[in-house]
């Protein structure tokens, strides 16, 4: 972030929540409110204001060193708060963001704030093309046009970015992991929470399994995701010396791996042990991996992308209704419903993969 610039943050918590069914800014996330936790991570900026559509809400959510705003015009959607918070500023930008934003880290508005010019006046991040409006930057410059619209009763926050002098800056061209802009609206997308992504790659023997995880390490550490990868041995007969698996999943940035035969495992233990424990125990570390892959595991119910060669086979082996996507040397897809990439595509396979686990296509 440019060092003299001073940049307000604007916190929109008067939202109904209809679909949460609760007041998502007291929502918990690691033991701590949702606005809480937003708070604490943009403590470091200039100014900080928190936007609510009503006053019993605003007396509710009173937290030391921050200013709240209330809607005067009801009914408007976030377009009020977004007016309220910029005549509230003390600075001319403005970062705005939502309450139910748990995984926002500090370094979104950070990297929006490189792109402030004289030939903006708003700074918008865009996920697959898709404008984020609550995960901008505004300048006060905007208010006219935001005044003009609630006037004419447009609340499309879309339709002020078609009036303004706008940047879209894509969050693909960043280091930014994805999960820090994602909105969660609904009880299962609260249940998702913090747990990592798990599946499988699954295929015949010689199919390119092992080529496969260790494109998609590269492809997920890229996206600045946590690597662990889970590896069953049927020989019994496994190390972790270099040219092996293990050893070459680390070296192309696995955080962790383990790998297990039906009588014993490497994971800092020696006893008997399944995936199912090797899961538990990657999850239960301190900072556990954002993305756990499982090589093989053809049989098992856990989601998986399906690895052919044409050389072996172009039949499926996998348990359709697990399957997310297949990927081969060859041009036909197994299953017409399914994506079928070729297996050079690790990035789009890894991108598909984050929006179909996590729910990313739900970003606002």
């Known amino acids: 972030m440019q060092q003299k610039l001073a940049l307000t943050i604007g916190i929109l918590a008067g939202g109904k929540s209809s679909r949460m069914g609760s007041d998502k800014a007291k929502l918990l996330y690691e033991g701590i409110p949702f606005v809480k936790k937003i708070i604490e991570e943009l403590s470091g900026f200039d100014q900080i204001i928190l936007s609510t559509a009503y006053e019993s809400q605003n007396d509710e959510i009173k937290l030391p060193g921050v200013i709240n705003v209330q809607d005067s015009i009801p009914d408007c959607g976030p377009i009020e708060g977004i007016r309220q918070v910029l005549k509230a500023s003390r600075n001319d ?82 280091a930014l992991k994805t999960e820090t802009i994602i909105n969660i609206n609904t009880k299962e997308e609260y249940q998702k929470l913090g747990k990592p992504l798990i599946f499988c790659v699954s295929g015949l023997k010689n199919s390119g399994k092992t080529r496969m995880v260790l494109l998609l390490i590269s492809e997920f550490k890229e996206r600045g995701f946590s690597v662990g990868v889970i590896k069953h041995d049927g020989h019994d007969c496994f190390s972790d010396l270099p040219g092996s698996d293990t050893a070459n999943f680390t070296a192309r940035g696995a955080d962790c791996t383990a790998i297990f035969s039906d009588r014993r495992y490497a994971f800092n233990a020696n006893q008997s042990v399944n995936e199912e424990k090797l899961i538990e125990e990657m999850c239960s570390l301190p900072s556990h991996p954002d993305v756990i892959i499982l090589e093989g595991f053809k049989n098992s119910d856990y989601p998986k992308i399906e690895v052919m060669r044409k050389s072996i ?44 686990l996590k729910n990313y296509d739900k970003i606002s």
């Open 93 to 174: 930008f403005v970062f705005f963001c939502a309450t139910d934003m748990p995984l926002l880290s500090k370094k979104v508005p950070e990297y929006i704030s490189n792109f402030i010019s004289s030939d903006y006046d708003c700074y918008v991040l865009t996920y697959s093309e898709r404008p984020q409006p609550l995960c901008a930057i505004y300048s006060k410059k905007m208010l006219p046009i935001i005044e003009e619209n609630i006037k004419k009763k447009d609340f499309k926050l879309s339709h002020i970015f078609d009036s303004a002098r706008t940047k879209y800056i894509p969050i693909e061209l960043s």
């Open 313 to 356: 086979s172009t039949k499926s082996v996998c348990k359709k209704e697990s399957l997310l996507c297949t990927a081969a040397d060859f041009a036909e897809a197994p299953y017409a419903e399914l994506p079928h990439f070729s297996a050079d595509q690790a990035g789009k396979i890894a991108d598909y993969i984050i929006q179909k």
